[in-house]
Nanobody, 116 residues
Framework: QVQLVESGGGLVQAGGSLRLSCAASKSAFSISTMGWYRQAPGKQRGLVASISSGGTTNYAYSVKGRFTISRDNAKNTVYLQMNSLKPEDTAVYYC??????????WGQGTQVTVSS
């Protein structure tokens, strides 16, 4: 059973920075795409950023230029560096890891709160 452990959320003032991490347990299968999603109260969960096994990245328009996604394949870990945070970035952030056999898994979620 794959387990994902997220860390790095918290409370920060507008303009501040946070770095999220998500580590996946070891598996006999390779990881393809890794990503971060977020869900604010009363809203649907949506993609924030993703990164392919080859390093191709994709960002939601609202975070382009402020957030950076990266991964360490040796550690099965994906990161999300969040700079210039805004109150509208407040949400629960979830990592998602897709495996080569086609199944994806979700992290437990970490709260990010940006105060104005």
């Amino acid at each position: 059973q794959v387990q994902l452990v997220e860390s790095g959320g918290g409370l920060v003032q507008a303009g501040g920075s946070l770095r999220l991490s998500c580590a996946a347990s070891k598996s006999a299968f390779s990881i393809s795409t890794m990503g971060w999603y977020r869900q604010a109260p009363g809203k649907q969960r949506g993609l924030v950023a993703s990164i392919s096994s080859g390093g191709t990245t994709n960002y939601a328009y609202s975070v382009k230029g402020r957030f950076t996604i990266s991964r360490d394949n040796a550690k099965n870990t994906v990161y999300l560096q969040m700079n210039s945070l805004k109150p509208e970035d407040t949400a629960v952030y979830y990592c998602n890891v897709q495996y080569s056999f086609g199944t994806s898994f979700w992290g437990q979620g970490t709260q990010v709160t940006v105060s104005s």
